[in-house]
């Protein structure tokens, strides 16, 4: 059974009942574009094609790695995204990305999962919408955040994943950001490391 986050709120990635610690995940975006009125009247389907990114930091707070519809596979192979959707059709998660845990550089310390609209449309044309954990080993959803307060922006950081002695904690951040890809969302991001 999932746990529903707000904003700030964190949950420890360590199972428990001395379950070891997770070793892999994966991070779901699933959206909905809002029907809008047609010429007619009647409501008509768009396409938003938001974009789900992954961004690799070491201790440093220093960006290491990403992963996004450009660059698929970070370079030590840990985190996989699985593929562009560009309308958000379809039930279930539209946009995925894999991280196995135990694979990734050492020198990682903190993952930021950010979304955004590549086409330029704002959230207040998005419904639906949510980002959550699951564990790649036996399909539990771990967390999920309901990207809400939709608005004029443009994109969202959503959460992260920090690594300590522990294990891994997810933090759930939905704080509001513009811009078309993960790279103007840096300065947002830096604020949350």
Known sequence: MGVSLSKGQSVSLVKGGGGGTLTKVRMGLG????????????LKTQSIDLDASCL?????????DQVWFRQLRSTDGAVVHTGDNVTGAGEGDDESIIVDLVGLSLNVRTLVF?????????????????CRLVDETNGAELARFDLSGSGPHTAQVMAKLTRDQQGWTMTAIGTQASGRTFRDLLPAVATHL
């Open 31 to 42: 959206w909905d574009a809002m029907k809008k009125k047609g010429l007619f009247g009647g």
């Open 56 to 64: 690799l930091f070491d201790s440093g707070n220093a960006l290491v």
């Open 114 to 130: 950010v979304v955004n609209s590549f086409t330029g449309q704002s959230f207040a044309q998005i419904e639906n919408a949510y």
